[in-house]
Structure formats: C-alpha cells, structure tokens
C-alpha cells in the first residue's frame, strides 16, 4: 500500500500464520478491504456504489448459473425451457425475477457509479487507468446484457438482435459479410442464439477479471473523495475495515430491499411485453426498443436522419452511438482542470446536471417510438451529448476559476462541524 | 492538446450535423405535419378494472379461477391452444386430484400420440400430467380454419399486452360498430370484411369474432355471479392472469417475509454502522 501509516498484517492464528508465509492471501484481502487500507474518512453515500455493483456482478452470477441448469440454447425450445423454470422449477420463478431485475439494478449502481466519478473528477489523474478500465467494464456490461436479452427468445429478443447485428451491416463494402459472420447466417437463428448463451455465460467472468484490474489500479492512489484533495496524513483516513464495512454493509441493505420491491412485486415493471410472445421471423412488432439502460445510445443511433454527402445516415448513427461510449475514455486529458471535485467548480457543477438531464431526456426519447416530436427532441439532446464532452468540458475546463480548496480532508470535515482545525496539533502528527 | 482539438473537430462534425438534420426535420415537420391516423385518434387504452390479487397483498380468486377456466373451457379453447399450462396445474384452482384427472379425460381436445401397436399416429385422452392440447394440428391448420388469422396461445397472453388483464377483459367487453365520426374523418379505414371493430386493438380491426355475445353463454354454478358477458369476461381474465403468473401468490407472500427480514438486518446494520462511527467525525 502506498500509504506509509497503512496497517501491516501481522496473522495472530498460526494457522492464519502458515498460510500468510506459503500464500499471502490473507495479506492480500486485508490490505485491500481489510484493516491494511487506509479510506479517506469523508466518503458520502454515493461511495458506495462500487461495492453495490460488485454485489449485483455476484447476483446475477449465481441466479445465472442457476437459471442455465434449467435453460435449452436452441430456438425450438429456448422460450419454452424459460416457461418451465418459471412454472415447474422449484423456485424457479425466483432466479428468473431476479436475474432480469438484477441486470437492471446493476445498470442503477453502476450509472450512479459512474455519475458520481463524474462529479468528483474520480477520472483525473492519478486515477485515469481506474477510470479507463471502469469504461472496459461497462462496454463489457453492455455486450453481457444484450446477449442475455436474446436468450429468452422473446419477440424483443429476436427482433433486438436484428437491429443490432444490422448496426454492423451499416459498415461501408465489409458490413453485410461481418453481419452474417456474428450472426452465424443471414437472421438471428439457431447459431446466433447458442454463441449468444456461450459468450453470455463467459464474459461475466472477463467481467470479474476486470474488476481486479479496476480495484487494484484503485489501490495504487486510493480512494479519491468528496473534496478531491489529496490525502495528506493518517488523520484523514480511516480504516476500510469496519469502517466503510459497516457503512456497505447498511448500503447493501437498503439495495436489497429496493431490488426485493422490484422482484417480488413489480418483477415486469421494467421489462417489455412483447418478450412474453415467442420470437416469431415473420412479424415484426410495431416498435422495436432495447431495455431501458440502452435508451440514450439507441436515441442518438436514431438522431441521425440525413445523409452527410456520402456517408449514409445510418453509418453516422452507427459511429455516433459508439463515439458517445469510447469519447468517455479520452475524458480525463479533456478535463484539464486541475480541481477534481465538482464542489469547487461552479460552471463545472452546472453543466454536470445539465448533462444528467441531458441524458435523461435522451433516455426517454430512445425508449419513445421513432417519430417526431421524438426524432427532434433527441437531435437536440445529442447534440448537446457530444458538444458538453468535446467542446464545452474542454473550454469550461480552461476559463473557469475554480472556488478555493479546503487544506485537507480533515479541516473540510472538522469545518462541516463547525470546528477550526487546530493546524499545530496537525502539524505535530 | 493534439486531443483536446481532435475531440473539439469531431464533437463540431457531430454536434453541427445533428443541428442541421434537426433543422430538415423541423421544416418539414412544419410544412408537412404528419397526418392523423385512424389507430391514433381512435384506438383506447384498457379500462380499469379491480381484482382481489391486485396490490401487493394480493390473492386469487379461486370460485372466479374456476369460473374463468369454465369461460376458457366451454369458449376459448375451441380455437386459442394454453400450451404451457398441465392439467395438474387446475389443482391451484381447488380441484382435487380425482377432478382434475375427470376434466383431463373428458378434455373435447385429444392428445397427440402413437398406436403402440403398430406405430401410426393416434390420439388419447389427456391425463393430468400432459399440458393442454393444442385444438389445431399446425399454424397451417389453425390459419385455414380462422380466415387467415393463427389464434395465439393464451399462456402468457396477460403479460405479453401492456396492463394485460385489463387489456383481455377490455377486448372481450369492446366490440362495437366502427363509429360515425371515425368513417368520416377516415373514409379509407372502414373494417375490411371479415375483421371486426375493437377500440382496444392496436390497429382497431380485429380478426376474433365476438367470442362473448349473450349474457348466460355459459352456465355457472348456483351461488355464483350471473354469468353476463361483463362478469364473464372479467373472470377469464382472471383465469389468464393465473396462466400466466401461477406463483404470483407464492412470490408476493414471499416478499412480505423477506422485506420484513431486511429491513430489520438493514435497521441493525444501520445501528452497527452508526456505533462503529460513532467516534468519528466525517
């Protein structure tokens, strides 16, 4: 650990001894969410949601691998063998709700994850590679949860595949060939469905592998904090273990309960109807929408209705919606503000909750049918996606004059109480 | 910097066009404003109806079950197949076991099988292991009996149409002549022949004929509501609810006692979390 008053790991069991001096896994768990790792001690709520996301990895998991005893990968019985775990399984019902209100949750935590780095400048040095493998994990996410959608075999599963699969076929001479290559022939079929199931089974563990990634580039720095201000002493910090335990610990509570109101009591709530009829290649369903959590990538794949001379308008939406991901990974080299946190950035504030609305206004015209006032709602709103990223974060960036900064963790802390800091004791730490 | 004006170019490309497609669209959406439709200034969302398993302490019916598998058995099924449903699961519906093998076997519908004897197709009668028999051999069959239109299996038939159960029972109860003032604003839209108008069908023409026409179609036992076409639509409705969510009692009773579990460990974690800082301040 790079903190120098962070705990050594001394075993007192000589069982825990043996194993520390043979395999220093003990070791390893404690300095990274044990006693060993030193927690700036002014995380708020919103802190939280890294562990949450990683307790919604393990939800869906272990429901999933449940649900895949009981699960056929061939488009004769596919809808069906769902049928039977919901019906004849013994708690079937139970991991099928919760595996499909649990890609939803995770899609909850991790946005308010990612929204929160967001405001508190988690990407800015010397963070950047946590921030870039986070950005590996959601594109990963997104590929999991889209191939889990076509498993059911549901209208919506076989139609959602269509369009997506054809967003490639939107690719200049090569498109329609690579189409057909993913797909394993020229429509969503038997081939398509059982590579689906297999990398739908895979990447959840990449995902896991990733995620190692992401918390040990995090354990390099540490964890950032509400005031962006570099820890500067011990007095700043707390010890992960039982202090930010206990606070999870609450926190994955009161996301328990939500995610129980959701599976036992609204479990369709967020899923479409149209995936209770069985996929069916000669009916097309009157409006084909992805699941929520795609609702602001579909609406700027949709915004884009007029050809740019050569360059077809389908191929702009195609390159437009994957831009407003991979522009995410240049963030933190157009964000030059040497202030992190968003508490010390009036224009930068501003524009984060424009953007947030921004998002959210896209979301709802993407799950919209495609017709105006919709359309020309959602051109706006993307408009504005791309220009806050690649333009006005830059400039705001450049010309803004940040608030002044608090001295340390502890003085924004002890001022929060109403206190001054006595500067000679810290000193004398 | 090579980034910051390499992002500023493409956000500029992608930003501009789409203000410019929004300009073409917004003209055009001015100088010709998309046309009204039949389906959109005609077509009604599902009237509102109470159940007993609404709400989250919410039960079936088992004498309105019964009564809308009665509804199912004496109407529906002759054209609409329930493939996902067995006999045995009847026994929810407060049958007992010899009940539920009588209606298996009296089913009007026989299961596919094989002559042991010499290996032809055949049929039998259900027992209560099978799920319901499908009344047409193939789509194809299905599709010649029905002027074209397949009946779609009625399993899911709840969950796969936004607030189903309203939905069936606003069908059921929907069928009217195509309105006046519809023909006039839409000469074009009048029902093809063979269709028939239902406000509560997405595209208003529906290819179902009128399945509950009389009040006392079908007879329900003494002690029970009047069979009208109100009361029986309203209580297949409820039966196809239950196809289509048969541990909806199961899953709500279990989520009382499992949110009464978590919010009293999330009370105790909240007071061990609270404890734990109580000796620090952030």
Known sequence: MSFPWANEYTPKAPLMQWIDQRLPLPRLVYNSIGGGYPVPRNLNYFWNFGVLSGLALVIQIVTGIIMAMHYGANELVAFATVEHTMRDVNGGWLMRYAHANGASFFFIVVYIHIFRGLYFGSYKAPREMVWLLGLVIFLLMMATAFMGYVLPWGQMSYWGAKVITGLFGAIPLVGEPIQTWLLGGFAPGNAALNRFFSLHYLLPFVIAGVIILHIWALHIPGSSNPTGVDVKGPQDTVPFHPYYTAKDGFGAGIFFILFALAVYFAPNMMGHPDNYIEANPLSTPAHIVPEWYFWPFYAILRAFTVDFFFIPAKLLGVLAMFASILLLFFLPWLDTSPVRSGRYRPTFRKIWWILLADIAVLGYCGGAPAEEPFVMISQIASAYYFAHFLIILPLVSAFERPDPLPGSITEAVLAKHGEAVDTAAVAAE | ?282
């Not at chain 2, 796969?160 to 006039?184: I, N």
């Open chain 2, 1 to 282: 910097m090579i980034v910051r004006i390499g992002a500023f170019l493409v956000g500029l490309f992608f930003a501009g066009w789409l203000l410019v497609s929004f300009i073409i669209g917004a003209v055009s959406y001015v100088s010709e404003p998309p046309a009204p439709t039949a389906e959109h200034e005609f077509h009604l969302t599902p009237k509102h109806v109470s159940y007993s398993f609404d709400g989250p302490l919410g039960h079936y019916d088992k004498q309105q079950l019964q009564r809308g598998f009665q509804v199912f058995k004496e109407v529906c099924s002759a054209c609409h197949s329930l493939k996902f449903v067995a006999f045995r699961d009847l026994e929810a519906l407060g049958y007992n076991e010899a009940e539920v093998k009588a209606i298996a076997k009296n089913w009007a519908i026989k299961t596919p099988s094989v002559d042991p004897a010499t290996g032809e197709a055949s049929s039998r009668e259900p027992v209560p292991a099978d799920h319901f028999p499908k009344p047409f051999a193939n789509n194809v069959a299905a599709a010649a009996a029905n002027n074209n239109a397949i009946p779609p299996d009625l399993s899911l038939m709840t969950k796969a149409r936004h607030h189903g159960t309203a939905y069936v029972y606003s069908l059921l109860t929907g069928y009217q002549e195509q309105p006046a003032e519809l023909l006039e604003q839409f000469p074009d839209s009048k029902t093809p022949g063979g269709l028939h108008y239902n406000p509560y069908f997405p595209n208003l023409n529906l290819a179902m004929a009128p399945p509950l026409t009389a009040d006392g179609q079908v007879t329900y036992d003494e002690g029970q509501p009047e069979p009208t076409v109100d009361q029986m639509a309203q209580d297949v409705a409820a039966f196809l609810t239950w196809t289509a969510e048969p541990k909806l009692e199961n899953r709500k009773r279990a989520g009382v006692a499992v949110l009464f579990f978590l919010i009293i460990a999330t009370g105790l974690a909240y007071m061990s979390y609270r404890n734990i800082w109580a000796d620090q301040k952030h």
